[in-house]
């Protein structure tokens, strides 16, 4: 099975289709476990700084989040974060999450990687326009400064976090 997909994913690779298809991603928008977890959680200046801290610190890289513990990680990460939307239904997602795993902890003082599922946070991906995975956003400081969609190499990921990392 690995010589296989090894001798596939070249192909996939160079005619695009190295990210899931639209009928993959029809998925993300029918799926009935992808009610919107926003609606469900506290406003976030209802939580104490005490609350805020303890999410913070029990978010451990490679971690999967949800909506309120995505956007508090962004308000208050110095590091370079990595936001990887998947599914567990995408086969170039499981491809992806080794690799961007590993980045993270060779890196780990300077990124933390977190982990969005789009089918549990549709609302979310819908709202920042995810419309294929695997997605990965890089954000700095809460803001966006970079993204690609489908399964890219180890070094073409290493270039994303050696350019926006603290460290460059």
């Keep these: 099975m690995t010589k296989k997909l090894l001798f596939v994913l070249p192909i996939l690779t160079v005619l695009g289709l190295s990210s899931c298809t639209e009928s993959e991603e029809a998925n993300i928008a029918t799926n009935p476990n992808s009610a919107p977890a926003e609606e469900a ?3 976030e200046a209802d939580a104490a700084p005490e609350e805020k801290e303890m999410v913070k610190e029990s978010v451990k890289s490679g971690s999967e989040v949800d909506t309120e513990t995505y956007r508090q990680i962004l308000k208050d990460e110095s590091r370079l974060v990595i936001a990887d939307f998947h599914a567990e239904w995408c086969g170039p997602c499981k491809m992806l999450d080794p690799v961007l795993k590993k980045i993270a902890d060779k890196h780990s003082g300077e990124v933390l990687l977190i982990k969005i599922n789009v089918d549990n946070n549709g609302a979310l991906a819908e709202e920042l326009g995810v419309q294929g995975i695997p997605h990965v956003e890089f954000y700095r400081e809460g803001e966006k400064v970079d993204q690609f969609v ?15 990392s603290s460290a460059s």
């Design 41 to 43: 959680a506290a406003p």
């Design 150 to 164: 489908g399964l890219i190499s180890e070094e073409e990921i290493l270039e994303y976090v050696q350019k926006h």
